[in-house]
C-alpha cells in the first residue's frame, strides 16, 4: 500500500509540473458598430487590467480599418501600473478578417504571441500606440481599436476618460521560459523510475 501511494503521489506531482496555471484578462466580446479610437498618428490609448503575476506571453485586440488590404502591422505596447506609462515595445501582429460594419469598416482580430512580458501580479494598465500597417507608419491608413464598453477604465490621450476597448492578455503563471517537455514524456519518464524502483526493491528484499 505504501508503494501504490508513494507512486500515485509522484504521478501526480509531475503532472502538476507540467501544467502551470495560466493567468489571462479579457475585457469582453468585441463590439465592431459603435465606435473606435485611432492608436496611430500621435493617438495613444490605455486600457486597465488585472492580472495575477506571472509572464505576459500573448495580447489580442479588435480594430476598425477602411482597407480590405492595408492592414495592421506592427504597433507599441506597453504594459505599467499607470495608464500610459512603461516603457514601449514594438510588437508584430497577425490579422483574422470578422466582417464588415455597417459603417464600410473592416474589423479584424490582431494576435501577438511569443511575448514574455514580466508582470508582478495585480492592476495594471494596456497601451496602444504607433500602429503601423502594410503602407508604412503614419503614412494614410488610420487603425481604430474597437470600443466594446467593457469592464475596463481607459483613457485616449487627446480627450482624457473614454469606454473601454476589446482585448485580451493571455500567460503563464510563473516563467514561461524555454519549451518543456510534453506531459507524456516526463510521465513516460516518470513511470519509468517507479518501475525500476520496483525491480530494485523486489531484488534487494
Given at each position: ?13 509531475l503532472?502538476l509540473?507540467?501544467?502551470?496555471a ?30 495575477s ?9 479588435v480594430?476598425?480599418?477602411?482597407s ?41 482580430q ?38 466594446n ?9 487627446t ?29 513516460l519518464?516518470?513511470?519509468g523510475?517507479?518501475?525500476l ?9
Amino acid at each position: 500500500m505504501r508503494t501504490a501511494s508513494l507512486s500515485l503521489l509522484t504521478i501526480l506531482y509531475l503532472m502538476l509540473a507540467v501544467a502551470p496555471a495560466m493567468a489571462s484578462y479579457s475585457n469582453g466580446p468585441y463590439n465592431g458598430t459603435t465606435d473606435a479610437w485611432t492608436i496611430n498618428f500621435g493617438f495613444t490609448v490605455s486600457d486597465s487590467f488585472t492580472l495575477s503575476g506571472g509572464t505576459v506571453s500573448s495580447f489580442h485586440f479588435v480594430y476598425w480599418d477602411a482597407s480590405a488590404s492595408d492592414l495592421l502591422t506592427t504597433a507599441d505596447l506597453q504594459l505599467d501600473t499607470t495608464s500610459f506609462g512603461g516603457s514601449a515595445r514594438t510588437v508584430a501582429f497577425s490579422n483574422t478578417f470578422l466582417g464588415t460594419n455597417q459603417y464600410g469598416y473592416n474589423l479584424y482580430q490582431a494576435d501577438a504571441t511569443g511575448l514574455f512580458i514580466p508582470w508582478s501580479g495585480g492592476a495594471g494598465y494596456v497601451t496602444l500606440s504607433n500602429a503601423c500597417s502594410t503602407s508604412g507608419c503614419s503614412v494614410s491608413n488610420p487603425i481604430y481599436w474597437d470600443e466594446n464598453s467593457g469592464p475596463s477604465t481607459a483613457y485616449a490621450n487627446t480627450v482624457g476618460s473614454i469606454p473601454s476597448e476589446a482585448f485580451t492578455l493571455g500567460g503563464c503563471g510563473g516563467d514561461c521560459g524555454p519549451p518543456i517537455p510534453e506531459p507524456s514524456s516526463i510521465l513516460l519518464f516518470g513511470s519509468g523510475i517507479l518501475g525500476l524502483g520496483g525491480v530494485l526493491r523486489r531484488r534487494l528484499f
